[in-house]
Each structure stands twice: as C-alpha cells, then as structure tokens.
C-alpha cells in the first residue's frame, strides 16, 4: 500500500488547512485511517482516526471540535480538515492506514505515508 499524504505548509495561528492522503496498491475500503503528527523532539501522537465505512471517527481531545476526519472510498482518499490552528498544532503528519483494527494507537497501523509538514505561525 502506498500512502501519499499532501496539503501541509504555513499558516497563521486562527487559520485552517486540509490535508488529504491518497492510497493505492490495496483495496482501501477494508482499511482504517489515522492521521498522526510528530512535532520536533517530540514522540508521534494520534491526530484523528476513521473506520473503513466512514460512519466512525475519533479524535484526540487537543484536536476534538477543531479538526475532522472524513474519506471518500471511490477515490481512495482520506482528509483531516483542520480549523482554528494553534501554535502547538505545528508538526509533521502522517497518514496511515490499519487493516487488522480500528486503533488510536501508532503500533496498530500497517502502512505510513511520507508526511506532510504543517507549520502554524503566531
């Protein structure tokens, strides 16, 4: 499976982005979709999670009532729309997808994306 996430680069604190990552090479719809980040120094951390229909999503409380999840399963494509960035939003994020689970935890996912840096200015 192949994962290319895009969308990322710099924005003022209070503005939004959208990331999108597109899959191929596997058939997408049975997969599970996280979006993780990793600041500098900092471990990776769970972002935003979508089960493989798309009726279930979750979120991590820095990001819950800011951020959503969303897919679009005829075009093999995953989003994380991103509002009312923070300062400590500012990260690489990463797509990745989990064929086995449907998991917050990093371990659970099969496959990643090369990541997309995202930077929030004050």
């Known amino acids: 499976v192949q994962l290319q996430a895009s969308g990322g680069g710099l924005v003022q604190a209070g503005g939004s982005l959208r990331l999108s990552c597109a899959a191929s090479g596997r058939t997408f719809s049975r997969s599970s979709m996280g979006w993780f980040r990793q600041a500098p120094g900092k471990e990776r951390e769970f972002v935003a999670t979508i089960n493989w229909t798309g009726g279930s999503t979750w979120y991590a409380d820095s990001v819950k009532g800011r951020f959503t999840i969303s897919r679009d399963n005829a075009k093999n494509m995953v989003y994380l729309q991103m509002n009312s960035l923070k300062l400590e939003d500012t990260a690489v994020y990463y797509c990745?997808?989990?064929?086995?689970?449907?998991?917050?935890?990093?371990?659970?996912?099969?496959?990643w994306g090369q990541g997309t840096q995202v930077t929030v200015s004050s």
């Open positions: 990745a997808a989990d064929y086995g689970s449907w998991s917050t935890s990093p371990s659970h996912y099969d496959y």
